[in-house]
């Protein structure tokens, strides 16, 4: 299991068939109902563009409609599912996309959440305390005493414990910085590869997954005034050959490929257009101030337009 509170960072992960869905929004942001394929690749984009931020290539996806630029979702908060192509979730209130291709998640943990449990002790002690959602779920045919269902339950746990830290830190919720989370939750295809996708655990596993999802968007959303998109990526499995490896920053320095030997010129950024008008017009603004203030100049009248003349000719006289 992967838990990530994101900010910022890159991890990139192949995907194999699947489904992106909106389970909450804020009228806002305008999602269209309709079946359009996404590109996994290009929900960071979708989030970028739905909290107002501006993106490298234009998107041409359909589902995303230009919302109310001047009110914009104080955080994103996109789930995803592995180990299932799609989840059953209630009709009517989620809008879903097929998805292809790769997807693209984000991650880097505000020190606040420092104190969820990570390491697989931390959550089953965590699991068997008074406050526990064992106490609150139906395990129904899931067990207390099994490894695999324990690691599913304390991925719900996760989700419990983050709303809750979230609602004990509401000063995280009322900046004026926009907010990104990113959670991975493997538990569900541990169990699918244990009992398999037919078993009375898997079915009972992904209604308990839905109810909780339900749940923790809806505290999230709550705890941002209504002001929140929740997304949920379901995905069946990674194709590992198109994961990217992650460097430190301490890592040494690469040597670059040596120049081109055709003089040729470096590749100008996306923000080239933008340096290239604040140089140019402020250029052309002072030209102007030069010349205007050389003319009024030239053609001054020393004995009516200069303050200093005027002055010491007055004095001249009172003498």
Do not use: C, Q, Y
């Given at each position: 299991m992967a838990v990530l509170v994101a900010l910022m960072s890159l991890v990139v992960a192949g995907v194999l068939?699947?489904?992106?869905?909106?389970?909450?929004?804020?009228?806002?942001?305008?999602?269209?109902?309709?079946?359009?394929?996404?590109?996994?690749?290009?929900?960071?984009?979708?989030?970028?563009?739905?909290?107002?931020?501006?993106?490298?290539?234009?998107?041409?996806?359909?589902?995303?409609?230009?919302?109310?630029?001047?009110?914009?979702?104080?955080?994103?908060?996109?789930?995803?599912?592995?180990?299932?192509?799609?989840?059953?979730?209630?009709?009517g209130s989620v809008i879903s996309y097929p998805l292809e291709n790769r997807v693209y998640m984000v991650g880097k943990a505000n020190s606040v959440f420092e104190d969820l449990s990570v390491t697989l002790r931390q959550l089953r002690s965590r699991l068997f305390q008074e406050n526990s959602v064992l106490s609150l779920l139906p395990l129904n045919s899931l067990s207390r005493n099994n490894e695999v269902d324990l690691l599913f339950l304390s991925e719900l746990q996760v989700l419990h414990d983050i709303s809750s830290l979230l609602s004990r830190h509401k000063h995280l919720a009322k900046d004026h910085s926009p907010d990104l989370y990113s959670l991975e939750l493997a538990g569900l295809d541990e169990i699918g590869k244990r009992y398999g996708e037919d078993s009375e655990q898997f079915r009972d596993a992904s209604k308990i997954l839905v109810d909780a999802l339900q749940k923790f968007a809806d505290d999230m959303d709550g705890l941002y005034g209504g002001n929140a998109v929740v997304e949920l990526v379901t995905v069946r499995s990674f194709d590992t050959s198109l994961v990217r490896k992650t460097r430190t920053i301490l890592e040494a320095k690469q040597v670059k490929d040596p120049p081109s030997p055709y003089n040729l010129a470096y590749k100008y950024n996306f923000d080239y257009s933008v340096v290239f008008n604040l140089i140019l017009w402020i250029m052309i603004a002072l030209a102007l101030a030069v010349i205007i203030t050389s003319y009024n100049i030239w053609n001054m009248d020393p004995g009516y337009d200069s303050i200093i003349y005027r002055m010491t000719n007055q004095k001249i006289r009172m003498d």
């Open positions: 068939g699947n489904e992106f869905s909106i389970l909450r929004s804020p009228g806002s942001v305008v999602f269209r109902d309709g079946n359009w394929p996404i590109p996994g690749e290009r929900i960071p984009d979708v989030a970028a563009l739905s909290m107002g931020f501006s993106v490298k290539e234009d998107l041409s996806w359909p589902g995303l409609a230009v919302g109310n630029l001047f009110h914009r979702p104080r955080a994103t908060v996109m789930v995803m599912v592995k180990g299932v192509d799609k989840l059953a979730l209630p009709p």
